[in-house]
Each structure stands twice: as structure tokens, then as C-alpha cells.
Nanobody, 120 residues
């Protein structure tokens, strides 16, 4: 019914930048909160940043001042601008969205994940 497709991951040196994108498609009436999570090897999946439909944002303490989340409601897309990357930012990054469907219903959807590797 709904798909999230992520892009923008890759390999970058410490101090560099990457921009992740996540586009939602399918039976979407509107999208509430969108967010980015990450999971490093052997660790749990943690919230990196979230943004409401009205653009209220929240961030994990570890990324405040370095990462910026934004969204384009017309395109059902969320972005994560990552600056001053550190090796400890290395993880698989997952997009998440709370979707109100065109058919009655609500669905929490996850993307397939995109790998970000930061070399020292």
C-alpha cells in the first residue's frame, strides 16, 4: 500500500557531509510524523531525528547541531542533512513515516535502510 524509498547513503570521510532522502508513495492521504532512525552493528535501532507535518523537529543529543531534518509535504519526502560526520555515525539509516491512508486506516511504514559509513 505504501512504500518508502531511501537514497543518499554512502562512504564519506570524517568531517564530511551526506544528504539522505526518503520518498513515500502509494495510497497516501497525508503523512503525520516522519523520522530517521539508525542501527549500528550489534546495537538497537535508535531515533536520530523526527519532524511533524507542521515542521516541529526533534533530534538525538548526539546529532544536535550537526544534522538537520526537513520535509516537503507536497512530495511526501523527508530529508536528513548530515554535516561534520563522525565515525560513530556509521550505521544503517532507516526512514519511518506515520501514514494516513486514502482507504480508511493508519499505517506505520519503514524504509529498507541505507548504509552510511564514515571513515576516520
Amino acid at each position: 500500500q505504501v512504500q518508502l524509498v531511501e537514497s543518499g547513503g554512502g562512504l564519506v570521510q570524517a568531517g564530511g557531509s551526506l544528504r539522505l532522502s526518503c520518498a513515500a508513495s502509494g495510497s497516501i492521504f497525508s503523512i503525520n510524523t516522519m523520522g530517521w532512525y539508525r542501527q549500528a552493528p550489534g546495537k538497537q535501532r535508535d531515533l536520530v531525528a523526527g519532524i511533524t507535518r507542521g515542521a516541529v523537529t526533534n533530534y538525538a543529543d548526539s546529532v544536535k547541531g550537526r544534522f538537520t531534518i526537513s520535509r516537503d509535504n507536497a512530495k511526501n519526502t523527508v530529508y536528513l542533512q548530515m554535516n561534520s560526520l563522525k565515525p560513530e555515525d556509521t550505521a544503517v539509516y532507516y526512514c519511518n513515516a506515520g501514514v494516513i491512508l486514502t482507504t480508511p486506516g493508519y499505517l506505520e511504514v519503514w524504509g529498507q535502510g541505507t548504509l552510511v559509513t564514515v571513515s576516520s
